[in-house]
């Protein structure tokens, strides 16, 4: 008798396995890397810095804590937010090195 030709084995899975390293690299990994850059500015900010909150609120650092930062929006009106809603930095210098990429 002849060996049958559909004994399976790991070429029935490499589709699946395919698929998988596709995914990883073009779904997984640039988002654990979005997530290092993220903390990496958020453990950045200090005192005097313009930045950008998730909701849109423009405001400079006055006062930073453990998790929260109190911000100035404006004619001594003050804000006490969370690290993580603060989302882009705002300063001079951020803003000019974006408009010429």
Known sequence: ???STGGGGIMDFMP???????FYFFMIRPQLKKQK???KFRESIAKGDKVVTIGGIHGKIV???ENTA???IGNDMKLTIEKAAISSDF???S???????
């Open 63 to 65: 006062e930073l804590k």
């Open 70 to 72: 109190i911000i100035e």
């Open 1 to 3: 008798m002849s060996p």
């Open 16 to 22: 699946l396995i395919l698929i998988i390293v596709v």
């Open 95 to 101: 803003v000019a090195s974006k408009n010429t990429k």
């Open 37 to 39: 850059e993220t903390k």
């Open 91 to 93: 300063s001079t210098e």
